[in-house]
T-cell receptor, first 112, second 113 residues
Framework: SAVISQKPSRDICQRGTSLTIQCQVDSQVTMMFWYRQQPGQSLTLIATANQGSEATYESGFVIDKFPISRPNLTFSTLTVSNMSPEDSSIYLC?????????FGQGTRLTVV | GDSVTQMEGPVTLSEEAFLTINCTYT??????LFWYVQYPGEGLQLLLKATKADDKGSNKGFEATYRKETTSFHLEKGSVQVSDSAVYFC????????????FGQGTTLQVKP
């Protein structure tokens, strides 16, 4: 099973700043996924990141707010830009391996 | 679009009680269905899955049967333990891309000794 490491595990940020979250997988994967879990809410897919191409964003999410990089088959970053308190959430990285999705521990972001 | 609806929580049970967490879905085509669990302080883990109608997924004493006629995937366990206290998420994926999941709102289960 895939092992996913996310950094940072948590952060408190000032509004108007940006935070970049890193996701490292212990095996090569074609697609990586970024989810958001707002307080008391379910998980919502932000975007799908393929190596060598631009990320595909879900409805309601835009590249200017959540730019994603995917430089190789084991690594991706998600940036939360120009943050506001509404961005306070847990952000999770996920990969799909043999019809099962694996998740990182998540990054708990608080914007003050 | 596709969606998943779970029963609202929190659910509080005594140890050894029977557990049911309801999950219904709306989807075009033939989705695969999943239950994920999030233990306190831990990441999301796959609990069980079913990929076609009438399939039964099972793991750690938990079971769920894919019911196409009622579009349901209810989670059951005959005798819960304190260690089962967690948040449970029902989810579906509409195609072969099992990484692209649609989640229900989650149900918090608290089991008391």
């Amino acid at each position: 099973s895939a092992v996913i490491s996310q950094k940072p595990s948590r952060d408190i940020c000032q509004r108007g700043t940006s935070l970049t979250i890193q996701c490292q997988v212990d095996s090569q994967v074609t697609m990586m996924f970024w989810y958001r879990q707002q307080p008391g809410q379910s998980l919502t897919l932000i975007a799908t990141a393929n190596q060598g191409s631009e990320a595909t964003y879900e409805s309601g999410f835009v590249i200017d707010k959540f730019p994603i990089s995917r430089p190789n088959l084991t690594f991706s970053t998600l940036t939360v830009s120009n943050m506001s308190p509404e961005d306070s959430s847990i952000y999770l990285c996920s990969v799909d391996e043999y019809t099962e999705a694996f998740f990182g521990q998540g990054t708990r972001l608080t914007v003050v | 679009g596709d969606s998943v609806t779970q029963m609202e929580g929190p659910v509080t049970l005594s140890e050894e009680a029977f557990l049911t967490i309801n999950c219904t879905y709306t989807a075009t085509g033939y989705p695969s269905l999943f239950w994920y669990v999030q233990y306190p302080g831990e990441g999301l883990q796959l609990l069980l899955k079913a990929t076609k109608a009438d399939d039964k997924g099972s793991n750690k004493g938990f079971e769920a049967t894919y019911r196409k006629e009622t579009t349901s995937f209810h989670l059951e366990k005959g005798s819960v333990q304190v260690s089962d206290s967690a948040v449970y998420f029902c989810a579906l994926t509409g195609g072969s891309n099992t990484g692209k999941l649609i989640f229900g709102q989650g149900t918090t289960l608290q089991v008391k000794p």
